[in-house]
């Protein structure tokens, strides 16, 4: 996929050519912008049934914002992406094809596809298949990605509880079930982790923050670089006592319970949930990758019905206009479109003039603000005297 390229989808009424020949058309657009500012590229548009002037004012303003949805489909699909592949931007770019061709070849190429979206179907279909293609893309991927998500959590969380520290990992690898009391009717075994630096204060006064707690009692079971854990003895009836007053001191309890072949448990567990996780990462890429594509492809699908609305609306019928994809850089998207109406602004009529030196210039009387009202502006909001919309796809 090529870096930092932009295109614009520019259709013009065959008058352009003095003989009115498409293909000369197109030599025209070509001579226009120059390979300095791009290079300018046929992009087939078939011709679809037409409705009512009403219906196609209403089908433009409906195309406007699912182009948007479809644009932000695209980059939610490649975020998708890039945090399954954790931001390496050449297997990034490796996932990112459509139908196993790179974006320009596709766009360079582009056939409106006649099997899925035929083109015998009204307008207002077309755009409702559309508008379901891209729901569903967004559904599948957000869903699947989000399953991914939960069971990569409790990875990590499982893993944590193997290599943090003694006041959150887990303990039963550590604490050994002769150092629990258990199955007693009076007295219960409490598990505090207490921070390296307090370990003398911990020593002098856990006998005294409550009552009934068993005299020397306190006994080391491990020790890391943050924490000393021990196990305290007191009697049942005072230990909410005892475990309020230890969190107040900072000191940690560890809620554990002892449980025959626990390590083993916690040990299948972990492997069970690294297995699911490495089958969701292998789903979720491979469903980022083909939907990544086809919601490229929906995006083109209405950008081109959206270029075809416009174009009606712009110029009339019979339809004779050429349409083509100019391919450029974000530096000179500016000078190509200022060579385009430097050519073709006296398609906007009054809504363009040029100053004293010849320069093209915009008019913002009430003849611009006009067709501004009517619909007829590019993809900036501002009036274009031909068609145009730029885009780009990363």
């Known amino acids: 996929m090529s870096k930092g390229t932009r295109y614009l989808l520019v259709s013009l009424p065959t008058t352009i050519s003095p003989s009115n020949d498409r293909d000369e058309a197109l030599t025209a657009l070509r001579s226009a912008v120059t390979t300095d500012y791009g290079t300018v590229l046929p992009f087939n548009i078939p011709d679809f049934k037409i409705g009512t002037l009403d219906a196609l004012v209403q089908q433009a303003d409906v195309l406007a ?85 939960q069971v990569k959590t409790t990875l990590m969380t499982l893993q944590r509880k193997q290599t943090g520290n003694l006041s959150n990992k887990s303990l039963t690898a550590i604490v050994k079930p002769s150092l629990i009391i258990q199955d007693s009717e009076y007295l219960e075994t409490h598990l505090i982790a207490v921070p ?32 000393n854990l021990y196990s305290v003895t007191t009697f049942k009836k005072h230990s909410q006592e005892f475990l309020h007053k230890a969190r107040e001191y900072k000191w940690t309890p560890r809620d554990f319970k002892y449980k025959e072949g626990g390590k083993e448990e916690e040990r299948k567990e972990i492997e069970k949930v690294q297995k699911e996780e490495k089958k969701l990462w292998g789903e979720t890429l491979r469903l980022g990758r083909t939907y990544w594509g086809e919601a490229v492809m929906t995006f083109v699908h209405v950008l081109a019905l959206r270029v075809f609305v416009e174009t009606v609306l712009r110029y009339g019928l019979p339809l004779q206009f050429v349409c083509g994809l100019v391919q450029t850089t974000p530096k000179l998207v500016k000078k190509a479109r200022g060579s385009l109406d430097a050519s073709y602004s006296y398609l906007g009529g009054n809504a363009f003039g040029r100053d004293k030196k010849g320069r093209v210039t915009k008019d913002d009387s009430s003849t611009s603000a006009d067709m501004q009202a009517a619909g007829h502006t590019g993809d900036a909001g501002e009036y274009s005297p031909y068609v145009c919309y730029e885009f780009e796809i990363s």
């Open 196 to 227: 390296t630096q307090q370990t003398k204060d911990f020593l002098r006064t856990y006998e005294t923050i409550s009552p009934m707690v068993v005299p020397r009692s306190a006994t080391l079971v491990d020790s890391d670089d943050e924490f």
């Open 65 to 149: 914002k699912l182009e948007g949805t479809c644009e932000a489909v695209v980059g939610k699909v490649g975020d998708s992406l890039k945090a399954i592949l954790e931001g390496d931007e050449n297997k990034i770019a490796d996932q990112k094809a459509v139908n196993d061709r790179p974006v320009d070849q596709y766009l360079r190429s582009f056939h409106w596809n006649r099997t899925n979206y035929r083109v015998d179907k009204p307008l207002a279909e077309l755009i409702d298949m559309l508008q379901k293609e891209i729901a569903g893309i967004d559904n599948d991927v957000r869903s699947k990605y989000n399953q991914y998500n």
